[in-house]
Nanobody, 119 residues
Framework: EVQLVESGGGSVQPGGSLRLSCEASGIFFSRLIMSWVRQAPGKGFEWGSS????????CYSDSVKGRFTISRDNAKNTLYLQLSSLKTGDTGIYYC???????WGEGLWGQGTQVTVSS
């Protein structure tokens, strides 16, 4: 079955950290550019980060640069996002998807994992 499954979300206080995972199956994961996209409550989708197939090329939006780190383990078909110095504005559903800065409805997306940052 072709799918992406995110995990690792939860509730944390401002300044806290989380590590999100996205396990891929049924696709040639190691060949794909992968991204993380989030959706804050009541808002549209916001691209956060992308990584090349070889784990060397990464890029981030200004809103997460310096706080989030994207990585991948091609042997495990898994994409990661380390979230640090979390702010309340980081609250939302985090999705992994294939492609660079993917748009909703394009390519393969996971079901999302909820991240809530609140004191």
């Amino acid at each position: 079955e072709v799918q992406l499954v995110e995990s690792g979300g939860g509730s944390v206080q401002p300044g806290g950290s989380l590590r999100l995972s996205c396990e891929a199956s049924g696709i040639f994961f190691s060949r794909l550019i992968m991204s993380w996209v989030r959706q804050a409550p009541g808002k549209g989708f916001e691209w956060g980060s992308s990584i090349g197939s070889g784990d060397l090329d990464t890029c981030y939006s200004d809103s997460v640069k310096g706080r989030f780190t994207i990585s991948r383990d091609n042997a495990k078909n898994t994409l990661y996002l380390q979230l640090s110095s979390l702010k309340t504005g980081d609250t939302g559903i985090y999705y992994c998807a294939n492609g660079y800065r993917p748009k909703w409805g394009e390519g393969l997306w996971g079901q999302g994992t909820q991240v809530t940052v609140s004191s």
